[in-house]
């Protein structure tokens, strides 16, 4: 199994063991405390509550009401301050999703990465050095973007904890795809040892998010380390090959892209029309970058099997 694969297992058992996350600043506020009290005593229980669900449509009973976000909008239309409710904005619901333009971005990055898959197998021979890295790479991305739908129409503890590893085993093995393409062809035993230790990282990440503390701030430094790796090491590999593959330039610019486009995150406005906020800009600013990047790997493994075929050594 590729170490990705074996990442995402790893996050899905230690999920069976998940314990309660950290709350944010809103979370803590006395008067949304009491609100979640009062309306869960008045409103989720006996006939409040059973006439609540007789009245709930299809689609929101399939995914879940929760009677808390009411609260969110109460305690913001008393202080009209800027603080966040479980580390988000309240937003204007749509349908069964609680973040309609961000879950849209998801959905839409999800069904990109799986379409150029598909144009990636119909194009490239499974001989291809790399064929098999990247096709895992795809499905990893895949579960991820999945998970990230999911988070963003129904957010629970569960689906906020896959949603945060499986994009963390994204990025790892973004690093193994990397380590595979750079080095592991010529020196296999590295990228088995890149491996190993990745999935060490991965395991140990996870562990302290689950049973130490879900603190949000080190999650995003940890991440933003390893993909500060990723760049670095792309680029030098770009650099290095800069005059023998012509293509170069396409991966050199989907790295610079996806971790400048990140940067959006870190600009938390008030949703406009309480909808769309930095988080949504961010996801659905990337949608374009999976064209580019399944471009540069459809050209370089069809470079990689053709040397392979006439004898040249491997970058």
Not at 135 to 160: G, I, K, P, Q
Not at 215 to 228: E, K, R
Request: glycine share 6%.
């Amino acid at each position: 199994m590729a170490p990705g694969l074996w990442a995402v297992a790893a996050a899905a058992l230690l999920l069976l063991l998940a314990g309660p996350v950290g709350a944010s600043q809103g979370d803590k506020e006395p008067v949304y405390r009491d609100c979640v009290k009062q309306c869960s005593r008045t409103n989720c229980t006996g006939a409040r509550l059973r006439g609540f669900q007789s009245t709930q449509p299809p689609y929101m009973a399939l995914t879940g009401e929760r009677m808390p976000y009411v609260c969110f909008w109460f305690i913001f239309n008393i202080y009209f301050n800027y603080v966040t409710y479980r580390q988000y904005w309240p937003f204007a619901r749509f349908l069964c999703f609680e973040e309609p333009a961000s879950a849209l971005a998801s959905l839409l990055n999800g069904l990109a990465c799986l379409l150029m898959l598909l144009r990636y197998r119909s194009s490239v021979p499974r001989q291809s050095p790399m064929y098999h890295t990247i096709t895992a790479f795809s499905l990893v991305s895949l579960n991820a973007w999945f998970w990230s739908t999911v988070f963003h129409t129904r957010d629970t503890y569960l689906t906020e904890k896959m949603d945060y590893f499986c994009a963390s085993a994204v990025i790892l093995y973004s690093i193994y795809l990397c380590c595979v393409r750079t080095l592991g062809l010529r020196r296999p035993g590295v990228s088995s040892m890149v491996g190993v230790l990745l999935i060490l990282a991965f395991t140990s990440h996870v562990s302290y998010l689950t049973f130490v503390s879900f603190d949000y701030g080190y999650n995003m430094a940890a991440n933003a380390t390893i993909g500060m790796i990723n760049l670095l090491w792309w680029l030098g590999w770009c650099w290095q090959n800069r005059r023998t593959l012509p293509y170069w330039w396409k991966c050199g610019v989907v790295v610079v892209l996806l971790h400048g486009l990140a940067l959006l995150e870190l600009l938390d406005f008030p949703p406009l029309f309480w909808v769309l906020d930095a988080h949504a800009v961010w996801h659905l600013s990337t949608v374009p970058v999976h064209f580019l990047f399944y471009s540069f790997l459809i050209d370089d493994s069809l470079h990689l099997l053709n040397t392979e075929k006439i004898g040249v050594k491997l970058e």
